[in-house]
């Protein structure tokens, strides 16, 4: 039934900047790093796969792919921002949000841990293509909007059709915009 929580095992998101987190000198290796800012479920009519995308303050963005004809989630998340896969920014999502017709996936950075507010430099928003496994191919932004964007935290995400809208904090001079 979908109005029950179903237990997911003992998953964990890795600190995607330096591990700050778990002060890993002290404690060893981090587990976990931060709040969840984002979740978004897309099903992928080519294959009858649900992809849910999470994404966590200084972790990244992840992903775990339920499979409707078996009714089960597969075993573990898939981490899609790690390093090499072509993601560039900060680690630190503070929004995700699938375009409307499923094919892409917006990823808003800027949501540092609650740890001094460190994060990883934002370069504002990456847009991925949904792939038919769910990974994401990182799609590159225009010199323009990358110039407008680097450096502002996210804060909210629409897709009005092709054109994807949202709201950002600055923190250089402590001031909201729109884009």
Do not use: C, M
Request: net charge negative.
């Amino acid at each position: 039934p979908s109005d029950q929580w179903l237990e997911s095992g003992h998953d964990y998101v890795i600190d995607g900047l330096w591990g700050r987190l778990g002060f890993q000198e002290t404690v060893g290796e981090t587990l976990i790093s931060g709040a969840t800012n984002g979740l978004a479920a897309v099903e992928d009519p080519r294959n009858g796969n649900t992809f849910l995308y999470a994404g966590a303050a200084n972790g990244g963005l992840y992903l775990r792919i339920y499979d409707i004809a078996k009714s089960k989630w597969r075993n573990q998340w898939q981490w899609l921002t790690k390093p090499g896969s072509f993601y560039e920014g900060s680690q630190g999502i503070a929004i995700i949000e699938p375009s409307d017709d499923g094919q892409y996936l917006a990823v808003g950075q800027g949501n540092s841990s609650n740890y001094a507010g460190v994060s990883a430099p934002s370069k504002g928003v990456q847009v991925g293509r949904i792939l038919s496994d769910g990974r994401l191919s990182w799609l590159p932004l225009s010199e323009a909007s990358q110039a407008k964007l680097n450096g502002l935290d996210v804060r909210s995400l629409v897709w009005e059709g092709d054109l994807l809208r949202g709201t950002a904090w600055d923190p250089r001079t402590e001031s909201g915009s729109r884009f």
